[in-house]
């Protein structure tokens, strides 16, 4: 189909880590047909041994170039904004001299929010030691039966009959090169507000010490009625 259908090809690579932590390099190409018909293929996900050198980058993609026969055809490459990135693909024009990078407009804006967000570094600091506090299997666990119980009270005071069933949710971890994934995370921390708060108390006002201590540290941790009139505005 590449072959017979496509005159100018535009690759899309993108690098990853898998949670066995291997990496594994993607590379995808899409170009309209003569008919105007828009196409988009999967050439290669390998497994991209470490270092992950701008180098190595280039090694895979020289290769994909060629199993695929796109030396003539391939005139630009979407990645992020990685440095590793940006050299494999200046490396690959020196051999390929049409080709040019095209940055990631989704990757750049994540950017600009980070950028943005330093002007709020206490409550990012919040929101993340919010996450990290509750990425622990037993805080989680915590968290879920709390959204149990507060949905249980809610329908008990709304006089609603049967059983209540619920789908807890978890924090969201936000990823620096992710696009949106910060307003979700925020968003999270919103929604899950009043079943952290629950923790907080039935952990404080346990008989164990242990918990007790957990919860005084949760307490810290939670966002003031403030912040979260403030993280509010900015989610929403």
Not at 10 to 27: E, F, I, M, P
Not at 65 to 70: E, K, S, T, V
Not at 89 to 115: F, G, M
Not at 176 to 191: C, D, F, G, P, V
Request: charged share 20%.
């Amino acid at each position: 189909m590449l072959q017979t259908t496509a005159t100018v090809v535009h690759l899309t690579t993108d690098l990853w880590t898998a949670k066995s932590r291997h990496g594994y390099l993607g590379v995808t190409a899409t170009w309209l047909t003569s008919n105007f018909e828009f196409k988009e293929v999967l050439l290669m996900c390998n497994h991209l041994p470490f270092p992950h050198t701008g180098d190595a980058i280039c090694e895979e993609l020289c290769k994909v170039i060629q199993d695929w026969r796109l030396q003539n055809s391939v005139f630009t490459v979407a990645t992020d904004n990685g440095s590793n990135m940006v050299r494999g693909i200046k490396l690959l024009s020196n051999n390929y001299t049409r080709v040019v990078r095209q940055p990631c407009v989704a990757h750049t804006l994540q950017l600009s929010v980070q950028e943005g967000l330093k002007q709020c570094k206490d409550i990012r600091r919040r929101v993340k030691n919010l996450q990290a506090f509750f990425r622990f299997p037993k805080h989680a666990e915590q968290l879920r039966q709390a959204q149990k119980e507060l949905s249980l009270q809610i329908s008990m005071d709304d006089s609603s009959d049967g059983e209540v069933h619920i789908n807890p949710l978890d924090v969201s971890a936000d990823v620096q090169t992710r696009w949106n994934s910060t307003y979700y995370a925020w968003k999270r921390i919103l929604e899950l507000y009043n079943a952290v708060r629950y923790v907080s108390n039935t952990l404080i006002t346990d008989t164990s010490r242990a918990l007790q201590k957990e919860g005084e540290k949760l307490e810290r941790l939670c966002l003031t009625l403030d912040e979260k009139q403030l993280v509010s505005i900015y989610v929403y």
